[in-house]
Structure formats: structure tokens, C-alpha cells
């Protein structure tokens, strides 16, 4: 029987603050809270910059504040919300509204702004916003049916990893830290705000439409996999060539820190016993070091 993320939502909704975790769901849903407040504080900072950069140069933008806000805030929320359906730690913490609600409530604003902006390209006529701002339940429902089949994709990559006896990291990706800054430093060129911001929007839908294509028809590629032979990693950092390891081949492996935004122990340093090290950027890395060590003692 197929999961819906809904009736699950309402149902860990009954006994918020009381269901059960495991540690693996704790360690995952720290990591992405952590994520989701530096993506968002972020945001703030590029906001309060191109204002700040308008307001020197005395211009004005034509796409309100509003519009441009509630599009971030849909795009930044529905990325982890996606993270978090397909890890499978959804709905399962008390905090979670502040992630789904605004994830399910401000990215249709994300697809109606966007729709507008190819309106006023293809200058059409006041009925085109009017049955297209009609339609915003039909965008709400879309984004619900995407979330929800990837909610279920996730259920079924779990359910093949435990019976393949695997456990299995994602590659840390930061990729909306790298669309904030490349938007920081266009803003520093004499360009169009309203240009800027309209083609921002554009992308912002377009990456949300290939993330729910990536996550929801595709089978995200696992860099890192755990089993019983050892440690299968696609690629090291720094675009290292990948391997393999046995955990009897591991003398030691720790956490290093790394500066994004504050310090956080986000790498992970592999010492083998033939002197050899190895150097990874796994999600959820300190879970990822406690199952490495779990099969070296």
C-alpha cells in the first residue's frame, strides 16, 4: 500500500512531540533545520543588499516586495521539503509547520508570478491574469501531488536499502548558497532590477520543476553507500576518483570543520592504515561517521 504524505502528516499531527525517533531521523531532520535557517538568514541578507543597492542608486522595481518575498520563501521551503519527503522524516517533529506550510502556500505564488512574468513578455490581455490567478488551487494541488510521489519514491529507496542490507549518503550540495551569491554579485553590475528579479523568478521555477522530475522519475545518485563489505564512494572531494574501502582497511575517521557561514563540522577525514586519506562532504555527516565507526569495532 502506498504512503500518502497527507494522512501521514495528520496522523504524526496527533502525536506531535511524542512520536518515537530513532537516531538517524534525529541527526537528519538537526541537519536540515541547520540548512534551512542559513538558506533563510541568507535570503534576508540578499534582500536587505539589493534593496539597499536600489535605494542608493534611486531606482524603483515594478515586481512588489510581497511577490518577490512569498517566491523565495516557496522556492527556499519547497527545496527542503522535497529533502525531507524523500529522507523520509517528514511530519514527524513539532516543528514542522514552519516548513510545510509555507512550502505548500508560497511556491503556487512562485508559479503564478512566474506565469505573469511570460504573460507581460507575450503581452496578452487582462484575461490571461485573471483565469491565471484562478487557477492558484490547481498550482497548490500540483505542488502537493509532486511532494507526495516523491514522498513515495522515498519509501521504496528505503525499503530497497534494507533489503540490500546498504546504507546509503547523499553528497552535501549547496546550491541555494551558490544561487544567493551569484545573485549578490549581479546586483553589483549595472543591470535591471526588474530583469534581475524576473529572470530570478523564472529560475527559481525552473529549478523546482527539474527537482521534482530529479527526486520524483529519477533515482538520485548515492555517493556514499555503506554495506557489508565496506565503505563505495562515487567520488572524494575535490573531485577525487572514487572507491572502495573495507572497514577493515580504516584505522580512524573524524569530522573537520569547515567555514559556511559559522563553523560546522561538515567534512568528514577517512585515515587508512596504509597511510592513505580520504576526504568526503557527506549530508548528515556525524551519522555518517557513527555508522563507519559502528562496523570498525
Given amino acids: 500500500m502506498k504512503h500518502s504524505l497527507l494522512k501521514d502528516i495528520i496522523g504524526y499531527a496527533k502525536t506531535k512531540g511524542r512520536a518515537p525517533l530513532d537516531e538517524r531521523q534525529m541527526n537528519t531532520l538537526k541537519d536540515l533545520y541547520i540548512e534551512l535557517a542559513k538558506s ?78 511570460i504573460g507581460d513578455f507575450l503581452q496578452v490581455n487582462s484575461f490571461f491574469y485573471i483565469i491565471t490567478a484562478l487557477l492558484w488551487p490547481v498550482y497548490l494541488l500540483l505542488i502537493y501531488l509532486g511532494a507526495n510521489r516523491i514522498y513515495q519514491k522515498g519509501q521504496i529507496m528505503q525499503e530497497q536499502q534494507l533489503e540490500n542490507g546498504e546504507i546509503r549518503f547523499r553528497s552535501r550540495k549547496q546550491v541555494v548558497n551558490y544561487i544567493i551569491i551569484t545573485i549578490i554579485i549581479l546586483a553589483l553590475f549595472p543591470i535591471s532590477y526588474d530583469l534581475l528579479f524576473q529572470l530570478g523568478l523564472l529560475a527559481s521555477t525552473v529549478f523546482i520543476l527539474y527537482l521534482l522530475w530529479y527526486y520524483g522519475f529519477h533515482t538520485p545518485q548515492n555517493e556514499y553507500i555503506l554495506d557489508e563489505s565496506g565503505l563505495h564512494y562515487y567520488k572524494a572531494l575535490w573531485n577525487r576518483q572514487g572507491g572502495h574501502i573495507a572497514y577493515q582497511d580504516i584505522e580512524s575517521v573524524e569530522q573537520r570543520d569547515t567555514f559556511n557561514i559559522g563553523y560546522a563540522k561538515d567534512k568528514v577525514l577517512i585515515h587508512c592504515k596504509d597511510g592513505k586519506k580520504i576526504m568526503l562532504f557527506p549530508e548528515n555527516a556525524y551519522q555518517f561517521c557513527i555508522e563507519i565507526e559502528n562496523n570498525l569495532y
Fill in 40 to 117: 533563510t538568514l541568507l535570503g534576508c541578507m540578499v534582500f536587505i543588499i539589493l534593496y539597499g543597492y536600489m535605494d542608493f542608486r534611486n531606482m524603483e522595481c515594478q515586481i512588489s516586495f510581497l511577490s518577490l518575498s512569498s517566491s523565495y520563501l516557496g522556492a527556499l521551503t519547497y527545496y527542503y521539503l522535497i529533502r525531507f519527503c524523500y529522507q523520509q522524516v517528514i511530519g514527524i517533529d513539532a516543528n514542522f509547520e514552519i516548513l510545510v506550510v509555507p512550502a505548500l502556500f508560497f511556491t503556487p505564488n512562485l508559479i503564478l508570478n512566474t506565469i505573469h512574468i
